[in-house]
């Protein structure tokens, strides 16, 4: 469910999504290239870290990124784990279904960090809050990276 306020309009050119993958929900961000700008676009059920396929098909139709942004969980020393081999299971996923590239972002501590942001805007927030933030904030660092780049 898209955040209140929001300018964006689908088919915006040059967009892009962000996941914040999880086992029960993978949170989904949106992009924009030019202006750097992200948003919070929705929070997808998921079964051990299968997504909605259908709901995916629907937004990724309805948006029509030209990139793919997966969050990678590593380990506090930078080595990876279980979910994060399950995070590149995912990005694999996309890239074979929506032939479009995907890159991976080191998430570390982004969920608590969408807590943070959350409470300091004084909301009241739930998991599925949580998860869309946090996919904002590993879009923001992608594209944050990406301008760095030469």
């Known amino acids: 469910m898209p955040e209140a306020g929001t300018a964006l309009a689908p088919m915006t050119p040059g967009c892009c999504f962000g996941f914040d993958f999880g086992r029960r929900r993978i949170g989904l961000a949106l992009g924009e290239f030019l202006t750097g700008t992200t948003r919070g676009l929705a929070t997808l059920p998921a079964r051990a870290g299968v997504p909605d396929w259908n709901r995916l098909d629907q937004l990724l139709r309805e ?9 990678l969980p590593l380990l506090a020393d930078g080595g ?4 994060a081999t399950a995070a590149r299971r995912f990005g694999r996923r996309l890239a074979a279904r929506y032939r479009l590239p995907v890159h991976f972002v080191d998430e570390r501590l982004s969920s608590h960090a969408a807590e943070a942001r959350l409470r300091a805007r004084g909301r009241r927030y739930q998991a599925g809050h949580i998860d869309r933030e946090a996919a904002r904030i590993i879009l923001e660092t992608w594209l944050q990276e990406a301008a760095a780049r030469p």
């Open 80 to 83: 990876e784990g279980d979910l």
């Open 63 to 71: 948006w029509q990124p030209g990139a793919l942004v997966v969050g």
